[in-house]
């Protein structure tokens, strides 16, 4: 989950004579001030921020805030002001160059580093994500058109899919990213079907069979790419960003090879607004390696051919109130977790959380609800949600 950043040509703030001014006149096209009175307004701890941001960019922004270089009341507001105004778009160093050679040359998740995402974010602790995500350990935007909190939300979201999937007493579903077990529970519990899940997160898998021991409930800790079988329904909850467009095909064929013919495939996953741009740096190297959002030309294109489009529903905004939710929950348990994490990681993961609150805000990026199927559903799907 992140913003994604478009490279243009270097901005000629090099040859500014004051590079505070340089900076402040920017900001101030999206309403920002430096060192203002308003809660969005960026204040500035240490001379070196702005040559940091300058120079790195989005990373650098990133990492001076976990430095504790600068602050912003709101921190969501902050970069929602940021992103309506489409200033991350004016600041791009030269160092942002690498990344984009590496993300057009590399497959950054091929088979062997798919599972680095699992090590380093997903296996940071069970215990610490159950006190963020509450007891649905529920890692994905929640559905909160007639929800008041955040349960409610996520036990709406995953009723929205059981419906959308058609999921009937005996049917088998294969969930793709099944985190720590919370939608196949849901679907065995209410809908009385058998489930598989993968993850490549070891913390996940042991959470998983050790929370949820129904013997319809099989969880497997296994790249996409070994799935064999064949499924009545299949789903995808928030596991697409970790895919890789150069993997996208790939992964479309492992679903239509693994779906029953009358079946339905739910794909949801973060989408950002346009084909071009890079996975944002600091996301990248600090919160989920080796993540990569896809625009709907890179998800019509993997499908090509492969499945058809039953539905698409877009519920962007409801992803502001659920990374609200968590960083409201993440601050109210940090007490519990600072002595072994420490201040730096309390920064980084707020930046991450708030952020990110703020890119769904400023509509930078959209949540998506893919139906699927493999060669039309006779009559067609009925519109949910």
């Not at 601050?331 to 993961?349: I, K, M, Q, V, Y």
């Amino acid at each position: 989950m992140s913003h994604t950043v478009t490279l243009l040509d270097p901005s000629s703030i090099a040859g500014a004579s004051s590079l505070r001014g340089k900076i402040g006149r920017m900001l101030a096209k999206a309403n920002i001030r430096l060192d203002g009175p308003r809660s969005w307004d960026i204040q500035l701890h240490s001379p070196d921020v702005l040559e940091r941001i300058v120079s790195r960019g989005s990373l650098g922004l990133g990492e001076s805030y976990m430095d504790g270089d600068w602050d912003a009341e709101r921190l969501d507001e902050f970069f929602t002001y940021l992103l309506r105004a489409r200033l991350d778009r004016e600041v791009k160093p030269l160092s942002l160059l690498l990344p984009v050679l590496r993300e057009r040359v590399f497959n950054r998740q091929n088979p062997r580093r798919a599972w680095q995402v699992g090590e380093r974010h997903y296996d940071l602790g069970n215990d610490f994500y159950q006190s963020m995500l509450g007891p649905s350990m529920t890692y994905t935007c929640g559905y909160w058109k007639n929800a008041d909190t955040l349960d409610q939300a996520q036990e709406a979201k995953l009723e929205l899919i059981c419906q959308k999937l058609r999921l009937k007493p005996g049917m088998r579903l294969l969930d793709i990213g099944c985190g720590w077990g919370g939608f196949m529970a849901y679907a065995a519990a209410r809908h009385g079907v058998e489930c598989v899940g993968v993850t490549v997160s070891r913390e996940q898998a042991a959470f998983a069979r050790q929370r949820h021991p129904d013997p319809r409930l099989e969880f497997r800790l296994q790249d996409y790419r070994g799935i064999e079988g064949q499924f009545d329904a299949i789903a995808s909850i928030g596991m697409f960003e970790h895919v890789g467009k150069k993997n996208y095909r790939t992964f479309m064929r492992v679903v239509r090879s693994c779906l029953a013919d009358d079946g339905v495939f739910l794909l949801q996953t973060i989408g950002k607004n346009e084909r071009a741009g890079i996975t944002d740096p600091w996301i990248e190297k600090y919160v989920f390696p080796n993540g990569e959002i896809p625009a709907i030309n890179h998800i019509s294109d993997a499908m090509d051919g492969l499945l058809v489009t039953e539905d698409l529903h877009n519920f962007g905004a409801d992803y502001d109130k659920t990374l609200m939710a968590w960083h409201s929950n993440f601050e109210a348990a940090w007490s519990r977790f600072a002595d072994a994490l420490g201040e730096r990681f309390h920064r980084r993961w707020r930046y991450y959380l708030l952020s990110c609150a703020g890119a769904f805000r400023a509509r930078d990026l959209q949540l998506w609800q893919w139906t699927l199927s493999k060669q039309g559903i006779h009559g067609g799907c009925p519109r949910l949600g």
